[in-house]
């Protein structure tokens, strides 16, 4: 590709991850925009169990057994001349780690909210992180169909809460069983929740922003209503400004329910209107590289193992950040400074795969790894060394010893124990004297999911005992004396062999301190 054509590529790119709390609708969503996409010929949502229909996009055995999403999915479709990338994240909070490195490959984020519950905590903690990135952010105000909160307290509570301006897209007239459809705001247009007698499903606004008095949904007195509230809006609300939901400082709102799939399809096309195509990326050094640089290059956001339980797989997700990839092409891995050869190249399409000969700076491609890859890694074609930002790293909380049950399956005991740590979900310790295994993870669930897939992938049945709540701190290799070990502050080392104390609480923490004042103990974020 000439410059000219890699410009052309990369501002069709329109690369975002779908964030917010377990059980807004967020995998139903995604759905319906695969299905805009026409990646997908129906909609099989998760809770339709009984059928048999999983939400396509989460494929692991334990997220069909539990309707969750546990890992971030990749799923790339065409809509409207633009390349969507969706990079759907898993919503429950022991699994944040995940969705924090997502968000670091992603130009912009859609924040999905329960009309009935308004912001809860989960979103919460997941908008400060793209806050901190200054990306676009875009709210989907979900579960119109069913009886929710009045939109004026939820627009104020976005406001209060996330510290972000709103401003109303469309608004919803009724809600629930008297659900009538929306009031259009940038389109000019009413969109009805079902099709009039006519079998009109969206009705023109005149200049005034007022329907034909001769349509029977203009004598309504939800109508009248909405009038008064787009009236309010107008005097008393903000202004849009794009140049601000670039800054990420406004959050374009827009009401609808993914559940019936009305109002998602107008959500798709103001997105793709609105969004922004890959920008330059800031990298470890400072300097700044342009997407459309001519050298190929991109960093490691994620590694799964075992996306096809066929063959024992294991994937580096890569964000490109510059240049264009072609399938067989040499790069240098950053870390190491070796060279290695890219034959084996994946891209996403909801639940199949297909092998990529060629992508550009704002697209994921998964390459299959043997080992080489680490989380946070760069990789870069040409000459000129290439190393993005560091990706954040997270201090566990909880800790469990583990154990093979039949000591005689070691060996895939070791393997599934290694595959699964290098994901990045769980981090794994060693005891300082004795090489016993500890597995460190935020929450309780990322333990049973690290449980059952050593099971069911790797045949390996583990004993867990839980060491409970600890503080994990590091200690410099040259201030370690091994006595300063106890039972309430263990002594363990990470996969780099970095010592690391796990205080039993915070008394026993400063306890330390007060005996030690000299060692520095530091955390990760």
């Known amino acids: 590709m000439n410059k000219q054509e890699l410009q052309a590529a990369v501002d ?45 996009s989460d494929w692991m055995a334990i997220e069909q057994q539990r309707g969750i999403s546990v890992t ?37 984020a859609v924040m999905v909210i329960d009309s009935a519950k308004g912001i809860e905590a989960q979103t919460k903690k997941l908008f400060k992180v793209v806050k901190q990135r200054g990306i676009p952010i875009f709210t989907f105000m979900n579960k119109l169909d069913r009886d929710g909160r009045e939109p004026l307290d939820l627009i104020a509570e976005l406001e209060e ?30 969109e009805l929740y079902r099709e009039n007698e006519a079998g009109e499903r969206f009705l023109p606004l005149d200049a005034d922003g007022k329907l034909d008095p001769s349509k029977p949904i203009s004598q309504e007195s939800i109508y009248r209503d909405t009038l008064d509230d787009i009236a309010l809006l107008n005097d008393a609300g903000n202004q849009f400004d794009l140049k601000k939901v670039m800054q990420g400082d406004q959050t374009p709102v827009f ?14 096309k103001n997105f793709v209107d609105m969004a922004p195509s890959p920008s330059e990326h800031v990298l470890e050094d400072g300097r700044k590289l342009s997407p459309v640089d001519p050298n190929f290059s991109g960093f490691v956001f994620k590694i799964q193992a075992n996306m096809n339980p066929n063959h024992r797989d294991r994937i580096a997700f890569v964000r490109i950040g510059a240049g264009e990839f072609e399938r067989g092409m040499d790069v240098t891995l950053t870390r190491t400074g070796k060279v290695m050869r890219l034959n084996n190249s994946t891209e996403f399409m909801a639940n199949s795969r297909e092998t990529v000969e060629s992508a550009v700076a704002g697209d994921i491609v998964g390459l299959y790894d043997t080992g080489n890859f680490q989380i946070g890694d760069s990789i870069f074609a040409g000459k000129e060394p290439v190393e993005y930002a560091k990706l954040p790293q997270f201090t566990p909380e909880l800790f469990m010893r583990v154990t ?39 929450g309780q669930l990322q333990f049973e999911v690290f449980k059952f897939r050593m099971q069911n992938e790797y045949n390996s049945e583990v004993v867990m005992t839980p060491i409970g709540s600890r503080i994990a701190r590091w200690i410099d290799e040259t201030q370690l004396d091994e006595k300063m070990s106890s039972s309430r502050n263990l002594l363990v080392k990470d996969l780099a062999g970095a010592p690391l104390f796990l205080f039993e609480n915070q008394y026993a923490m400063r306890w330390f301190q007060d005996k030690y004042p000299d060692v520095r103990l530091t955390a990760k974020l």
């Open 161 to 190: 809460l996330l510290g972000i301006e709103g401003y109303a897209m469309n608004w919803p007239m009724g809600m629930g069983k008297g659900l009538l459809g929306l009031y259009d705001r940038r389109a000019k247009q009413v």
């Open 12 to 56: 069709k790119r329109r690369t975002f991850a779908i964030i917010s709390h377990p059980d807004a609708g967020k995998t139903t969503i995604t759905e319906q925009l695969l299905l805009f996409g026409g990646v997908i010929r129906e909609a099989g949502t998760v809770k339709a169990k009984k059928s048999g229909h999983f939400a396509k």
């Open 404 to 442: 093979a049950k039949n000591v005689m399956k070691q060996k895939s005991f070791h393997k599934g124990m290694q595959q699964l740590v290098q994901e990045g979900a769980i981090q794994l310790y060693r005891t300082y004297s004795t090489d016993d295994y500890i597995l460190g993870a935020v």
């Open 255 to 268: 009401f609808g329910s993914a559940l019936t799939n009305f109002g998602v399809e107008t959500f798709l």
């Open 72 to 108: 971030s999915s990749v799923m790339q479709f065409d809509y409207q001349g633009k390349r969507i990338n969706i990079l759907d994240t898993p919503g429950h909070e022991d699994f944040s780690e995940d969705t924090y490195r997502t968000l670091m490959a992603v130009d912009a």
